[in-house]
């Protein structure tokens, strides 16, 4: 009698055990499901607050391009630094910058007809100037330059014998092939043969990837830490410290038409026996047609980051590229 009450006990105790065991399996994994939709509506709620937050970038867009559509400038509503608008169960944060103040990289794949080969177009002696600039030295910068044209070009020719084509990223302990056109992030120049990680940073705030290959730089918008930028147009015939001067010079409501830009002091020193004045002077513009507005939405312990791309046609804005993630 006394053993089957022992074996009862133990049955009971294992039934005990197992039922333990199924109940804690099925609180975890409901924590883990409620958790899961947790996080889904919380993505949803912030992506949806994304897309408000876009609308508001082009309605402040719209409004400064309806009051002043020949002239974008810093004292404008968009470029206020930023913003911060509470929501309900959360924050988004936030910045409009104007795209146009700085180098697109996508112009070092535009070809220019009749240089001789090996020979810099005009955006990559601009580049190539930018990274001396940024304390790059004459070759390696040169090396740097021509690695980028090949890596934006169509065809797997190297631009000149300091160029880089698949042959060489191939060569890596771990391979791959040139992108063989244009940038759609700046992150992208990660890839590319002598950008290093602390190069890479010093050129994030010079530059940019837009979907097209134009080089044209809104002066009115560069900012003091652009200086590097503004020298590097006119080629080394002007220092980072001279390139600071004229972007304080600047007036208030900015330049109000390239005329003006030109008739700095600086600026006609500059260019005195220059003989790509006339595509400097086509570079320089004091009106953008494209903007980024960099939002960071935070609902609970979620933070979603959106980097979204403005183009404007018809005196109107719209938002042409989502990235999400944002930049490094």
Known sequence: MRRQRGVALLVVLLILAVMMMVATSISSRFQSALFRTSNLVNQTQARWYAY?????VAKVLNQDIKDSPLVTQLGQYWASENQNFPVDGGLITGQVVDAQACFNLNALGKTESGLPAGQLPFAGK??????????????????????????????????????????????????????????????????????????????????????????????????GYQAPLMAALFLGKMSNDTGLELIQDRPTDGWQQEADFKGMSQVTAAVTGLSEVSQIYSAVVVSSYFFEARMQIEIDSLRLRVNSLYKRANNKVSVIRRLYGGQE
């Not at 408000?52 to 508001?56: C, N, R, T």
């Not at 190539?128 to 690695?147: N, P, S």
């Not at 934006?152 to 020719?157: C, F, G, K, N, Y």
């Open 52 to 56: 408000g937050s876009e609308a508001l």
């Open 126 to 223: 601009v580049f190539k100037q930018l990274l001396i600039q940024l304390q790059v030295d004459d070759y390696e910068a040169e090396q740097i330059t021509a690695a980028m044209i090949d890596w934006l070009d169509s065809d797997d020719t190297l631009f000149s014998s300091l160029g880089a084509e698949d042959a060489w990223y191939q060569s890596l302990k771990v391979p791959y092939l040139t992108a063989n056109k244009k940038m759609s992030d700046v992150s992208e120049i990660r890839m590319v043969r002598g950008i290093s990680p602390a190069l890479y940073r010093r050129l994030l705030p010079q530059v940019c990837a837009l979907p097209n290959t134009d080089l044209k730089i809104n002066v009115n918008t560069l900012r």
